[in-house]
């Protein structure tokens, strides 16, 4: 099984919106909804930004979102902030017990 | 409060072995599921293995055959034996708690394994 496709990079100015694809198969993400987000900071272990698709965690900014439509995952950031600075990844349940990453995105404030 | 530290990485050769283990506090290991993830250097995240609360084990393709994880209950203690292992074994490694909708809401901070002669 392949990684969840990401794009490489994402950037934004401080207050705009960015969007994360995250494309996968309908043996994955178009199969399931347990599609997740991860936020990591360069040497940091990652943190669970979205669960289930768009369920934020306890302590996660409302201005982070979430949806799926088909095969593809989405997360937006609104109203984008310095400390938003950081990889992002998808994750998927993909059946038969396997789990997958996306292969990640930068996310850069301008 | 939950925490996870993960220990006994380090160098080891290829062909060599090495048992991580990942002791949580804040929650009862053998009544979750626990995952390791690892992350070579400059590269992605990639999911291993999981143990579920029954004890059931599963793999990803890479590692199947080679590592093994279990679980010391005693110790409230996550392990990832590590056999066999290869340059491109080198990475962190991040042992999880996850979630029965498969998401890992807590993780550990990592210890590096690097696979070198």
């Known amino acids: 099984q392949s990684d969840l496709t990401q794009p490489r990079s994402v950037s934004g100015s401080p207050g705009q919106s960015v969007t994360i694809s995250c494309t996968g198969t309908?043996?994955?993400?178009?199969?399931?909804?347990?599609v997740s987000w991860y936020q990591q900071y360069a040497g940091k272990a990652p943190k669970l930004m979205l669960h289930?698709?768009?369920k934020r965690p306890s302590g996660v900014p409302e201005r982070f979102s979430g949806s799926k439509s088909g095969n593809t995952a989405s997360l937006t950031i609104s109203g984008l902030q310095a400390e938003d600075e950081a990889d992002y990844y998808c994750?998927?349940?993909?059946?038969?017990?396997?789990?997958?990453f996306g292969t990640g995105t930068t996310v850069t404030v301008l | 409060e939950v925490q996870l530290v993960e220990s006994g990485g380090g160098l080891v050769q290829p062909g060599g072995s090495l048992r991580l283990s990942c002791a949580a506090s804040?929650?009862?290991?053998?009544?979750?599921?626990m995952s390791w993830v690892r992350q070579a250097p400059g590269k992605g995240l990639e999911w291993l293995s999981v143990?579920?609360?029954?004890?059931?084990?599963y793999y990803a393709d890479s590692v199947k055959g080679r590592f093994m994880t279990s679980r010391d209950s005693s110790k409230n203690t996550l392990h990832l034996q590590m056999n066999s292992l290869r340059v491109d074994d080198t990475a962190v490694y991040y042992c999880?708690?996850?979630?029965?909708?498969?998401?890992?809401?807590?993780w550990g901070q990592g210890v590096l394994v690097t696979v070198s002669s």
């Open positions: 804040g929650f009862t290991v053998s009544t979750n599921y």
């Open positions: 994750c998927s349940y993909a059946g038969s017990y396997n789990r997958l």
């Open positions: 999880a708690r996850e979630d029965w909708t498969y998401h890992f809401d807590y």
């Open positions: 143990i579920y609360s029954g004890g059931g084990t």
């Open positions: 289930d698709v768009s």
């Open positions: 309908s043996s994955d993400v178009g199969g399931y909804n347990s």
